[in-house]
């Protein structure tokens, strides 16, 4: 371009401009046109369906008056509105509609840069996003081959922050194609100066229409106004379309993320200053970021024909309510006491043959369709080796949904259990995951889990609720800062009402405990700086209550058979602390309320013993809450985790 000879037209046009733009503007009845772009792009599951969150970007185009809110909804939810400000459009010109005999290449406002013979430049009507024309930009040399409005530029002032945008759509481009942006000014002869402020980012190869955008602020500090040059460097087609300059921040854009399993629909639209509402666009997907669960039903039996009382059946059931079980759940592993590791027999009835470690073994569960909710799983007739039921052998099922979620699930044969009764909540932060499944349902209220997995663990309501955000657990120096000024014990448990504090770890022991500890009546609360250990039964009288709060772990004695208090821990609870590999322990039976960020349940009955009794047997008693309320501000009866 010969900017010499066009300097008076610089000068005159930019005035004209302004007014012809500003009648166009709110004459205009076109609406905005808005994209919604996906992260993951793609489904990155199986089957379509999305594993993981989807980000959604809501992008908005709006060629007059700009853009002036953004709007969305996520399924059936309320309408979401999205305002935007300083979107109005200096760009002259900006879908090149309007041909002009005096332009280069035929265009209003516009004019080609390098004029080599090595590239056509053209109105085209073929490819386009607005309207119905684009600039067609088709080179075989190697340099930068534009398009620019330098004539006519847009109004600026120095150091204003702006936006600018353009559609881009390439064909085979060996270079890379984007945008420069630049500021207009004028030197002491009064001669226009040119000053580039930054580019966009590039696109190149073959692609669809993409809008880039480049953020910029006007650096100079006697500039009068800003154009865009947008071009290819090196061979290719590129089409051009939609340019955009305006005084925003940023793009008209916004962003959210939906986090929820479920199919879902996503509906949106824009609407521009001037009133213009764009139809509205709907966008599906599915999202499935939860593995099968509720694992239940289980059992072990014999078939009518031996070969022994240790060949067994082994069964349980499982559910996946998003995209639904996958055909790939059909396989088993097992071990024994004579293979600590997974894996299988290569004869599954005979204990004789080659184990072979980490391997599967094929289900002989029914058939069921891909996509069902609910599943039976049945393993063959299988050989555990021998009748000792004290060492848990233990079967590990495989579970695989539509959307490539799996999840494993041990089930110890003939393995310990917990009970609680009394009506309080059974509540895990995480989720709630037994080894072995009770004869009896585990609990009589509600069950609450953080997320979606509670297995062998039911309640005689039904009552589950999952991926539930819990209220906040307080920890113990919140509890201590609501309580009352704490009197410090040494060596002794006191048998009198108030607040009290060990410091260190204490140990509940018949040298610690009074003798008449259980037929006083007192309220208490005992703080303890530390670890606390049960070696001995802890009971008290109808009338009294004692609350221990600790910071550390709680540890109870595998002896120990009975505990009648409520603890506040902020550390693990153990059933049992001492207890090793084979052990036989009684049932433990513990009666108020308990609190730990994680229950460690350590006991079992062994073997057949453990069909009908639980290992760990709870009953929530309210009292503590009642009669401890004048020394405390505070009440918790929920478990923070569970093994």
């Not at 002491?188 to 980012?201: A, C, H, K």
């Not at 921040?249 to 959210?256: I, Q």
């Amino acid at each position: 371009m010969n900017f010499r000879k066009t300097a008076l037209a610089v000068i005159l046009l930019p005035l004209l401009f302004i007014s012809v733009s500003q009648q166009s503007v709110y004459a205009s009845k076109t609406p905005p046109y808005t994209t919604l772009t996906k992260t993951p792009a793609l489904p990155n599951g199986l089957n379509d369906w999305y594993i993981t969150p989807v980000n959604i970007i809501l992008a908005a185009t709006d060629l007059d008056s700009g853009v002036g809110s953004i709007n969305y909804k996520i399924d059936s939810g309320n309408w979401v509105t999205v305002t935007k400000s300083d979107t109005l459009n200096l760009a002259p010109n900006p879908s090149f509609e309007v041909a002009g005999s005096g332009s280069s290449i035929n265009t209003l406002y516009w004019e080609a840069g390098l004029q080599d013979g090595q590239t056509v430049y053209s109105r085209n009507t073929l490819n386009y996003v607005f309207d119905a024309t684009s600039i067609k930009i088709n080179s075989s040399g190697t340099g930068w081959h534009s398009i620019n409005h330098a004539v006519s530029y847009s109004a600026a002032n120095p150091l204003s922050n702006m936006n600018a945008e353009v559609w881009l759509k390439t064909e085979s481009a060996l270079g890379s194609a984007y945008f420069k942006m630049f500021a207009v000014s004028k030197d002491i002869n009064d001669n226009f100066v040119y000053t580039e402020l930054g580019q966009s980012t590039a696109i190149n190869g073959t692609t669809t229409w993409t809008k880039v955008t480049e953020a910029f602020v006007v650096s100079v500090p006697d500039a009068i106004g800003v154009y865009m040059e947008v071009g290819l460097e090196g061979a290719g087609i590129l089409y051009i379309d939609g340019a955009t300059i305006n005084n925003a921040l940023k793009s008209a854009d916004t962003s959210f993320t939906v986090s929820t399993d479920g199919n879902h629909i996503i509906s949106y639209y824009s609407v521009d200053r001037s009133g213009n509402i764009e139809p509205t666009r709907t966008e599906s997907f599915k999202i499935d970021q939860s593995p099968p669960t509720n694992w239940r039903n289980s059992n072990a039996y014999r078939g009518l024909i031996g070969p022994s009382d240790h060949h067994l059946y082994v069964t349980t059931m499982v559910d996946d309510l998003t995209s639904g079980l996958s055909t790939l759940t059909d396989k088993f592993q097992y071990h024994t006491d004579r293979n600590p590791e997974f894996g299988t027999y290569s004869d599954l009835m005979q204990c004789s043959s080659g184990w072979e470690a980490n391997t599967w073994a094929p289900l002989i569960s029914p058939p069921f369709v891909p996509g069902t909710t609910t599943v039976t799983l049945l393993t063959p007739k299988t050989d555990f080796c021998d009748s000792n039921w004290k060492i848990c052998k233990t079967v590990r099922f495989y579970a695989e949904d539509l959307a490539g979620n799996s999840s494993i699930k041990d089930l110890c044969i003939n393995g310990p259990w917990i009970k609680l009764r009394g009506g309080g909540l059974a509540g895990s932060r995480l989720g709630i995951n037994m080894l072995s499944e009770s004869s009896d349902n585990n609990t009589d209220s509600v069950i609450e889990a953080g997320n979606n997995n509670v297995s062998f663990f039911t309640s005689t309501e039904g009552w589950v609720v999952k991926n539930n955000i819990s209220v906040k657990d307080s920890n113990y120096l919140e509890i201590m800062s609501s309580a009352r000024t704490p009197v410090e014990i040494f060596s002794t448990l006191p048998i009198t009402d108030g607040v009290y504090i060990k410091n260190g770890d204490f140990t509940i022991s018949t040298t610690s405990l009074p003798k008449d500890y259980g037929t006083s009546t007192f309220k208490q609360i005992v703080f303890v700086n530390g670890n606390l250990r049960f070696d001995k039964e802890i009971v008290l009288a109808p009338s009294s209550a004692v609350l221990f709060v600790v910071s550390g772990n709680v540890e109870i004695r595998k002896t120990v058979s009975e505990i009648n208090c409520a603890i506040h821990a902020d550390g693990t609870f153990y059933t049992a602390y001492d207890t090793t590999e084979g052990d036989q322990t009684g049932t433990l039976r513990l009666r108020g309320v308990f609190v730990a960020d994680k229950f460690i349940f350590q006991r079992t009955l062994q073997g057949t013993d453990n069909v009908e009794d639980p290992s760990e047997d709870f009953t929530y008693e309210p009292k503590y809450g009642n009669l401890l309320r004048e020394y405390v501000g505070i009440n918790a009866v929920r478990w923070l985790s569970t093994e």
